[in-house]
């Protein structure tokens, strides 16, 4: 198993542009997430879905949008770029939700650099 | 609200030192679950731990033990004989069963480890 995958590894945006981070797991978990950390911080939430076709707004989803139409991908979408969202970008995934306590299992990130 | 405190930004060690990394946590929920991770210089977040709150063992993993104690709210974190790869950040985080909480795991700000040769 791959695990979680996440592409790009890095990229680097101009203030106004966007662009769509991928996040693909193969383990069949329902549950999925979208985290930022800054530098220095912990993790915070964007977006999780419990399935595909559902999806929930986390703790800081202004200036993003996801989309779930599989159980497999998980995308992030960022509309016109701000400095603000220079960040690392976890996806994660977990059979069942945080309610149970399951554990989530991240991806290796994305770095994401708006300029 | 959920909370998790990690009051250590930052601690430097010399090879085979013991070291405890402290986690506080504040939920009002009596069903919660609690996690270590860590991540190295290499970036990714590796997953360490899962204790629930009904479940007050210490728990021991080779060189890797934890401390849950509820009626302090922690959940620490000792390396035994730390080596220089044990040098990363670690993070303790908190989720709740109630079903309000949307879904969060709650992630404290980290604690920097440097274990020095």
């Known amino acids: 198993n791959a695990g979680v995958t996440q592409t790009p590894k890095f990229r680097i945006l101009k203030i106004g542009q966007s662009m ?29 879905s419990v399935g ?27 509309e016109l770029a701000a400095p603000s969202q220079t960040s690392v970008y976890f996806c994660a995934s977990s059979y069942a939700g945080t309610t149970s306590g399951d554990t989530q299992y991240f991806g290796p990130g994305t770095r994401l650099t708006v300029l | 609200a959920q909370k998790v405190t990690q009051a250590q930004t930052e601690i430097s060690v010399v090879e085979k030192e013991d070291v405890t990394l402290d986690c506080v ?74 079903s309000n909480a949307g879904n969060m795991l709650t992630f404290g700000g980290g604690t920097r480890l440097m274990v020095k040769p």
């Open chain 2, 25 to 98: 946590y504040e939920t009002r929920d009596t069903t919660y679950y609690l996690f270590w991770y860590k991540q190295p210089p290499s970036g990714e977040l590796v997953f360490l731990i899962r204790r629930n709150s009904f479940d007050e063992q210490n728990e021991i993993s080779g060189r890797y033990s934890w401390n849950f104690q509820k009626s302090t709210s922690s959940f620490n974190f000792t390396i035994t004989a730390s080596q220089v790869v044990d040098s990363a950040v670690y993070f303790c985080a908190l989720s709740e069963a109630d």
């Open chain 1, 52 to 78: 595909a076709g559902i999806t929930d707004k986390g703790e800081v989803p202004n200036g993003y949008n996801v989309s779930r139409s599989t159980t497999e991908d998980f995308p992030l979408r960022l």
């Open chain 1, 20 to 48: 769509t981070l991928q996040c693909a797991q193969d383990m069949n978990h329902n549950y999925m997430y979208w985290y930022r950390q800054d530098p220095g911080m912990g993790l915070k939430l964007i977006y999780y």
